[in-house]
């Protein structure tokens, strides 16, 4: 049976634009591997009426919700291939079955590619990470630090100032004309030496230690991620992708449909910066406006 619309991704994105789908009484089968981009922080902040609370949670209530459509299926499965059929998509599966459906909507997510550095990959989602507003007002006053990664850190930092002490961590790097000046206006330090480790107990940051053997007090390490696509399907499909600094992203129109017709991309995949609420409104964008599509063709 040839469904309304196929989901990739069964995150707050995909999750609200098949919420969406199925209201309109539309048939919608959502692929999702359980393995969310936020699924190494405990709590998620900045979320309207869900603040704080563990973004696990949120999701398995959403999809409990969900599933009282009738219209809606949800699969546990890897979406490995996606190709133009004569009525809209076909989705292969790593499983070996096959879906076809009307309008195909990605909401895979990104991986992160986190640097190298004793104590980093352990602590990610915790007491390492990307956005202030998520995960900032929780280390308020306490040491911070930024691990320059690209000329993007600058900014970073600048912005890091704001919720505490902040040092800016060059690992080696060199900083580009204008940059000191820039830093010193927002009272952010610079630490030029090369970075050894991260030091704590458990997820806890307590310092960070350089090569040269000196530890500095540290509550929190913020860095840039580069991030890639969770899939190659966008790219198997011929979609426009931009490359920016931190990784690259699907192009969207307003609609989220991208330069493929009936194919829309939502969440972190399709815009820059991310956070839980834009990545669950751009979910309802792409839902009813694939819904749009096919009430009017």
């Not at 133009?84 to 990605?106: C, Q």
């Not at 590619?113 to 980093?120: A, D, I, K, R, S």
């Not at 820059?272 to 063709?297: I, K």
Request: one cysteine or more; a negative charge; charged letters at 20%.
């Amino acid at each position: 049976m040839i469904a309304d619309a196929v989901i990739v991704g069964g995150g707050f994105a995909g999750l609200a634009a098949a919420t969406y789908l199925a209201r309109a009484r539309r048939t919608v089968r959502v692929l999702d591997t359980g393995k969310p981009r936020n699924r190494f922080a405990s709590a998620s902040h900045g979320f309207l009426g869900q603040d704080g609370s563990d973004p696990g949670q949120i999701l398995a209530t959403a999809r409990n919700q969900l599933l009282a459509y009738p219209t809606v299926e949800l699969i546990e499965a890897e979406a490995t291939e996606a190709r133009l059929a004569e009525d809209g998509f076909a989705v292969s599966l790593a499983n070996g079955d096959e879906l076809e459906a009307r309008k195909l909507i990605l909401a895979f997510g990104l991986r992160d590619e986190l640097p190298v550095l004793p104590g980093l990959e352990e602590r990610w989602g915790k007491t390492v990470l990307h956005c202030p507003y998520c995960h900032g007002i929780e280390f308020s006053d306490q040491p911070l630090g930024v691990l320059y990664r690209m000329p993007m850190s600058v900014h970073q930092a600048c912005l890091i100032a704001e919720w505490g002490p902040t040092t800016l961590y060059l690992n080696g790097a060199k900083l580009e004309e204008g940059d000191a000046d820039r830093l010193a206006a927002h009272g952010v330090s610079i630490e030029a030496a090369p970075v050894a480790a991260l030091i704590g107990e458990g997820p806890a940051l307590s310092a960070i230690e350089l090569e040269t053997g000196e530890r500095r007090a540290l509550a929190a390490l913020y860095i840039a991620p580069r991030s890639c696509l969770g899939s190659p399907l966008a790219e198997q499909l011929g979609a426009d992708i931009d490359e920016c600094p931190v990784g690259p992203i699907i192009c969207t129109d307003g609609d989220k449909m991208t330069s493929v017709p009936g194919l829309y991309a939502a969440g972190d995949i399709a815009r820059a910066p991310h956070s839980v609420s834009w990545a669950v409104a751009d979910g309802v964008t792409a839902g009813t406006s694939a819904h749009r599509a096919l009430v009017f063709g």
